[in-house]
């Protein structure tokens, strides 16, 4: 399966601390993209890194990509409550985007 | 901002019925995809479609169809609903760009199949 995998499942950190989340799939890729998914709701495109970039900001969040380990990471820094959300990588082959299954994270107060 | 709007947030069909999901975009997107989405398993393409009257399956189609008329409008067909349809169905879309397909999404609309 192309499917990247996000690691961990689920994560639970107090509020203003770091999250780090990661993604790892198995075959090249032109781009790989992070998502957010609030409770039943629909997917919002949060960042999106190429294959020839290794590191991208986005205000809050960084997303590292390391293609020789076929991985990619995202970090939230000074979390907030209303960051409680699924997280989810998509890896683009060009002819397809493939969804991962996600990560669960939960902001304690 | 891109809007995609689906037809129903909420909605219970009885099994052996026809049900119809409409999805809706106004930012003259080319593409358009249709997810479903269970816990453990993320989400998984049905259909999609790259122009006016074009579909291509997804991973898993079988059960459903869809139907593209107007370029704004994608909508997914459920036949015979059964109860392994219940799910969370979510539709996409997104430009022609072979660079970087980012989707949008729509809210999703959850289906029980009784």
């Known amino acids: 399966s192309q499917q990247g995998e996000e690691d961990p499942q689920a994560l639970s950190i107090q509020e203003g601390e770091n999250a780090t989340m990661n993604c790892s799939y198995k075959?090249?890729?032109?781009?790989l993209q992070w998502y957010r998914q609030n409770s039943g709701r629909g997917l919002v495109h949060l960042i999106l890194?190429?294959?020839?970039?290794r590191e991208k900001h986005s205000g809050r969040l960084r997303v590292t990509l390391d293609t020789s380990k076929k991985s990619s990471s995202l970090l939230i820094t000074a979390s907030r409550a209303a960051d409680t959300a699924s997280y989810f990588c998509?890896?683009?082959?060009?002819?397809?985007?493939?969804f991962g299954k996600g990560t669960r994270l939960h902001i304690l107060p | 901002d891109v809007k995609v709007t689906q037809s129903s947030r909420y909605l219970v069909k009885r099994t052996g019925e026809k049900v119809f999901l409409e999805c809706v975009q106004d930012?003259?997107?080319?593409?358009m995809f249709w997810y479903r989405q269970d816990p453990g398993l993320g989400l998984r393409l049905i259909y999609f479609?790259?122009?006016?009257?074009?579909?291509e399956k997804g991973d898993i189609p079988e059960g459903y169809s869809v139907s593209r008329e107007k370029k704004e409008r994608f909508s997914l067909i459920l036949e015979s609903a059964s109860t392994n349809q219940t799910s969370m169905y979510l539709c996409?879309?997104?430009?022609?760009?072979?660079?970087?397909?980012?989707?949008?999404f729509g809210p999703g609309t959850r289906l029980t199949v009784l």
């Open positions: 996409a879309s997104s430009f022609m760009d072979r660079e970087a397909d980012t989707q949008y």
């Open positions: 930012m003259d997107h080319e593409n």
């Open positions: 075959t090249s890729i032109n781009n």
């Open positions: 890194i190429r294959s020839n970039e």
């Open positions: 998509a890896t683009d082959y060009g002819d397809k985007i493939i």
């Open positions: 479609s790259y122009d006016v009257k074009m579909k």
